[in-house]
């Protein structure tokens, strides 16, 4: 697979991960992403046929537990790290 | 320099169980250390001297408890760890003013444990880096030259360790972040298997990747701290309920390196490799050879293919676990920002460093869609390559013997503006976080060119952390010593 990494990619980028990125730096992460991903493309020569994925090196089972509600934090303790909020809540600028 | 801040952990404890010496003599020999070094070192972000003072006043008053392995035994926790009371930051702008409401597992092991704790340690930002210059504070200096770097991410906790600043550090470990920092300052460092230890309340950068251990000034040292710092936690759907053994006994289990099978992978002295580096390694391997160990070379083939396999997985895992700093619920928030979409996007721009952009950029291009299955689900393939070859190959040896990285610290600034040059130093480290595997990291000598320490790594089968130790307890015996850093 080949792909061209230019300022369109980037901004493509940055706005999947809600990041501005300045003129500057779109010419500048252009220039690195390209090498990056150029590299990356080692493994595209690698004969992965019907190898199963590994996501994680432990055997993934799902751990349940009892559904029962606790009180594990109070609210003051919640919002104490909040940049903003009105004691009960988080706030956020207004949104309709 | 005090006598007493460079003496072994496992020394100091039994000094302190003993009331040979006070944990207020202890901790102000520390403490008095730290004043001493860190106007050179910039090893620490929060201290607790305050803090560390008054822990030591309480636990001389009640008296030594033995059933508490680290009672009075100063220690420093890298910034990615929770600790209550005590800020902590990841090393990044986003959690300047950030306070945990909660300890991580570890953090309230070692506490349980009677360890003192006295400052949180500099990391790069979100553990992301290998020289501790990502941090967005300021950047840590090598105790044994400051214009070169510790190492990193846990570059904080290594020079700490190495300076005498405390006797253990916790640091976190996804691509050779507690190995590498090691190597660079001349200590121990281990990162165990995945899932040994708890991975509750460490701030996540590739929660698949991410594991806490110890970095230490001994073998010994560091199988104290794991004895500590291991087990299971329903909290960490990862943690393993294995029981967890005796590894300070089990470093007995070992006589010497006289048969024990040690396998060089040869994809690992290929090029790139410093000349100073292949020279340590090379003495390393003939006084094991000459200590009886029966040593091979072996294969593992997909080696080139890990690095780009590597950053693919914890790119996009990183973009995904920081897609919670938003400036709502915690972290730093924009001022002036008129609508909520444009507090996340300049909360996010202003409150994260170059490096992590980067990273969470690329995370979200190798996830998207069109390119998902070109990186993404590639990358999961070739980790499970390269996972049967580490376990192939540890079917025939005891352990494998490593570099820890290509080179030694080097200077300062020298990846500016090149991160491609940075990912590929870790080449000899991250492809045993892609397989789960444990890796110990000891000094094995000074560079000729450098005069810089380089370490040598023991890879381990999963979960026999207990042989690791025992095998690298006996290798330490054998290396030349070092010594100390002269500052």
């Known amino acids: ?28 992460f252009a220039g690195q992403f390209a090498a990056i991903v150029e590299y990356m493309n080692v493994l595209q020569d690698i004969d992965v046929n ?23 934090r109070t609210r003051e303790e919640l919002l104490q790290n909040a940049p903003e909020s009105d004691e009960q809540y988080f706030t956020v600028p207004r949104i309709v | ?94 959690l300047e003013k950030f306070s945990p409401p909660y300890n991580a597992f570890v953090t309230d092991k070692l506490l349980d444990a009677g360890a003192v704790v006295l400052a949180k340690a500099n990391m790069d930002e979100f553990a992301m880096g290998s020289s501790t210059e990502n941090s967005a504070y300021y950047p840590t200096n090598n105790p044994w030259n400051p214009k070169k770097v510790p190492g990193g991410s846990s570059g904080g906790s290594a020079a700490s360790v190495a300076a005498g600043q405390c006797f253990a550090s916790l640091g976190t470990d996804t691509g050779g972040s507690i190995r590498q920092p090691a190597s660079f300052c001349g200590c121990v460092g281990l990162k165990p298997t995945y899932g040994r230890v708890s991975r509750y309340g460490v701030i996540a950068y590739a929660s698949s990747l991410d594991q806490v251990g110890p970095l230490t000034r001994s073998v010994e040292d560091c199988a104290r701290v794991l004895q500590v710092i291991a087990g299971h936690d329903e909290r960490d759907q990862t943690s393993s309920p294995r029981p967890v053994p005796d590894y300070v006994t089990g470093l007995g289990r070992r006589k010497g390196l006289d048969g024990v099978r040690l396998g060089i992978p040869q994809e690992f002295l290929g090029e790139g490799i410093s000349s100073e580096v292949r020279e340590v390694f090379e003495d390393v391997r003939i006084r094991a050879e000459k200590e009886g160990a029966r040593i091979s070379l072996v294969s593992l083939p997909h080696t080139k293919a890990a690095i780009a396999t590597y950053y693919i997985l914890a790119m996009a895992e990183a973009s995904s676990n920081l897609a919670r700093y938003d400036g ?68 025939e040896c005891d352990a494998l013997l490593a570099p820890v990285s290509p080179v030694a610290a080097w200077d300062h600034g020298s990846n500016a503006n090149d991160p491609l040059a940075q990912y590929l130093m870790d080449a000899y480290t991250l492809s045993l976080n892609l ?39 006996a290798l330490e015996r054998i290396l030349p010593s070092i010594g100390n850093p002269s500052m």
Not at chain 2, 449 to 466: D, N, R, T, W, Y
């Open chain 1, 50 to 72: 019907g190898v199963e994925p590994l996501y994680s090196p432990v055997d993934q089972e799902s751990v349940t537990r009892p559904d029962t509600a606790f009180h594990a």
């Open chain 2, 1 to 94: 320099m005090s006598e007493l801040c460079y003496a072994s952990m496992s020394d100091v404890a039994k000094r302190l169980q003993q009331k040979d010496v006070s944990v207020l003599e202890v901790v102000q020999s520390c403490l008095d250390r730290i004043e001493k070094t860190e106007p050179v070192l910039h090893a620490l972000l929060a201290r607790n001297a305050e803090g560390a003072i008054t822990k030591a006043r309480e636990l001389d008053a009640s008296g030594p408890d033995r059933s508490k392995p680290l009672w009075g035994v100063p220690v420093t926790i890298k910034d990615v760890i929770l600790t209550k009371g005590l800020p902590t930051t990841a090393g990044s702008k986003m």
């Open chain 2, 435 to 473: 397989a789960g595997l444990p890796g110990l990291s000891l000094p094995a000598g000074l560079g000729k060119e450098s005069g810089m320490p380089i370490g040598v790594q023991l890879i381990g089968k999963a979960f026999f952390e207990e042989d690791l130790l025992a095998v690298g307890h």
């Open chain 2, 328 to 395: 709502v619920r915690f972290g730093f928030r924009a001022s002036e920002s008129r609508e909520l979409l444009d507090l996340y996007v300049r909360s996010r721009s202003e409150g994260l460093g170059e490096e992590v952009r980067r990273r969470i950029m690329l995370g979200a291009f190798v996830l998207s869609s069109g390119y998902y299955d070109a990186y993404f689900k590639r990358a999961a393939q070739v980790r499970r390559i390269i996972r049967d070859e580490f376990t192939r190959v540890l079917q």
């Open chain 1, 1 to 28: 697979m080949s792909i061209e990494i230019g300022i369109e990619e980037v901004r493509h980028m940055a706005a999947l991960s809600r990041l501005a990125v300045t003129e500057e730096e779109e010419r500048l």
